[in-house]
């Protein structure tokens, strides 16, 4: 689990930002994409001290937050936690997992893998952020696609970033390919 943010490792952070002023709170700092929108201005990259900490309705929703319930529900199972707790745990992951920079290669939609009733931990990019070996990771996607075929060794050095992930809570790790 990332110490800056939950669902990105630590280790890979710095070869995902920008030094530069944040537009929030204008000071110098390694800047990372995130899309937030206050009503009278944009911008897609932020301080980790302003996306922690600007109100959660100004950033940009990420497209798959509606399964967030489930996971939660997946997690404790029936029995363990009360409806009021289980929306308050749904709340803090929504929370959580907004606030988490848009490092993936997420080109087509937000599809961030999720196992064991969490969302997975970005680990980087296979040959660039993330040297290998790659063995091990399973593919996280559409059953019939052809990136399955390939594998990670087959697709990497392409101009479309393969990401890895790995879970928190059990030893899977995942790979995801989304083309331009
Ligand atoms: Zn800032
Ligand atoms: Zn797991």
Same mark, same amino acid.
């Given at each position: 689990?990332?110490?800056?943010?939950?669902?990105?490792?630590?280790?890979?952070?710095?070869?995902?930002?920008?030094?530069?002023?944040?537009?929030?709170?204008?000071? =110098?700092? !390694?800047?990372?994409?995130?899309?937030? #929108?206050?009503?009278?201005? $944009?911008? &897609?990259?932020?301080?980790?001290?302003?996306?922690?900490?600007?109100?959660?309705?100004?950033?940009?929703?990420?497209?798959?937050?509606?399964?967030?319930?489930?996971?939660?529900?997946?997690?404790?199972?029936?029995?363990?936690?009360?409806?009021?707790?289980?929306?308050?745990?749904?709340?803090?992951?929504?929370?959580?997992?907004?606030?988490?920079?848009?490092?993936?290669?997420?080109?087509? =939609?937000? !599809?961030?893998?999720?196992?064991?009733? #969490?969302?997975?931990?970005? $680990?980087? &990019?296979?040959?660039?952020?993330?040297?290998?070996?790659?063995?091990?990771?399973?593919?996280?996607?559409?059953?019939?696609?052809?990136?399955?075929?390939?594998?990670?060794?087959?697709?990497?050095?392409?101009?479309?970033?393969?990401?890895?992930?790995?879970?928190?809570?059990?030893?899977?790790?995942?790979?995801?390919?989304?083309?331009?």
């Amino acid at each position: 689990m990332g110490t800056i943010f939950t669902y990105i490792a630590d280790d890979v952070l710095s070869n995902y930002s920008e030094a530069g002023t944040c537009a929030w709170c204008e000071s =110098n700092a !390694d800047l990372y994409t995130i899309y937030i #929108d206050d009503g009278s201005g $944009v911008a &897609d990259v932020a301080c980790v001290k302003c996306i922690k900490t600007l109100p959660l309705r100004w950033i940009h929703p990420k497209d798959n937050e509606r399964i967030i319930a489930s996971l939660i529900n997946t997690r404790y199972p029936r029995g363990t936690k009360s409806q009021d707790q289980r929306f308050a745990l749904t709340v803090e992951m929504c929370d959580d997992y907004r606030r988490t920079p848009r490092l993936p290669n997420f080109i087509q =939609n937000d !599809d961030w893998p999720h196992c064991c009733g #969490d969302f997975t931990e970005f $680990v980087g &990019d296979a040959g660039r952020s993330y040297l290998g070996p790659f063995d091990g990771f399973e593919w996280w996607g559409d059953e019939n696609d052809g990136a399955i075929e390939y594998g990670i060794d087959g697709m990497i050095g392409g101009e479309d970033r393969i990401s890895l992930f790995r879970c928190m809570h059990c030893s899977k790790r995942y790979w995801t390919f989304q083309c331009t």
